[in-house]
């Protein structure tokens, strides 16, 4: 039972575009929620989060949106830079805290020249 | 102000041996989480530990897997009688209190069984 979905396994972007990375979630019971990057063989870093009292967290070039009503989360990264390639992972919480998160599978993200 | 560190990363053992992974947590980190990324999928909880507690392993497989953090030294997550199916990256993450944010994780243990 896959409670958080990453329905895209991969997305290709030009540099200077935005990338839109898309999370849906079943549990209605989740109400905290983070994305993290992955680069390989490394451990997966800490992006943005946001609350299910907000709809949208901002920093710097990393938006996050959130639809509660769709049970739809997106990721938006403007302009998208090479750096930004990696595999971006949804997450959620539903303790009130991020004590213990369900991962999606992850959007593979490459940014090309 | 190293980050949270484990070792082995790479870890081979066979069929019916045991697996013991250590994380040392973010200096001033009292809180330990584990998680296990299967390939092609994304990381699955498994352990929430605070310094000799054990607060949520409702992950934990039923059989062969344990975790610790004790007073003084790393976490450990042992895994007895290895199986093909083990064979993951296994991450651990530390947190100063129970996570409001993102916590941060280590560079993983890569477990392969031959």
């Known amino acids: ?113 | 102000n190293a980050g949270v560190m484990q070792n082995p990363r790479h870890l081979v053992r066979r069929r019916g041996q045991e697996a013991r992974l250590r994380c040392s947590p973010m200096k001033g980190h009292s809180h330990v989480y584990w998680y296990r990324q299967l390939p092609e999928e994304g990381l699955k909880f498994m352990v929430y530990l605070q310094k000799e507690n054990i607060i949520d392993e409702s992950g934990m497989p039923k059989e062969r897997f344990s975790a610790e953090f004790p007073k003084e030294g790393p976490s450990i997550l042992r895994i007895q009688q290895v199986v093909r199916g083990d064979s993951a990256a296994y991450f651990c993450a530390s947190s100063p209190k129970q996570a409001q944010f993102g916590y941060t994780f280590g560079s993983g243990t890569r477990l392969t069984v031959v």
Not at chain 1, 18 to 31: A, V
Not at chain 1, 39 to 62: H, M, Q, V, W
Not at chain 1, 90 to 112: D, I, N, Y
């Open chain 1, 1 to 113: 039972d896959q409670q958080v979905k990453q329905n895209s396994p991969s997305l290709s972007v030009q540099e200077g575009r935005i990338s839109i990375l898309n999370c849906d979630y079943t549990n209605s019971m989740f109400d905290y929620f983070l994305w993290y990057k992955k680069y390989p063989a490394e451990g997966p870093t800490f992006l943005i989060s946001i609350s299910s009292i907000k709809d949208k967290n901002e920093d710097g070039r990393f938006t996050v949106f959130l639809n509660k009503s769709a049970k739809h989360l997106s990721l938006h990264i403007v302009p998208s830079q090479p750096g930004d390639s990696a595999v971006y992972f949804c997450a959620a919480s539903g303790s009130g805290t991020a004590s213990k998160l369900t991962f999606g599978t992850g959007t593979r993200l490459q940014v090309t020249l």
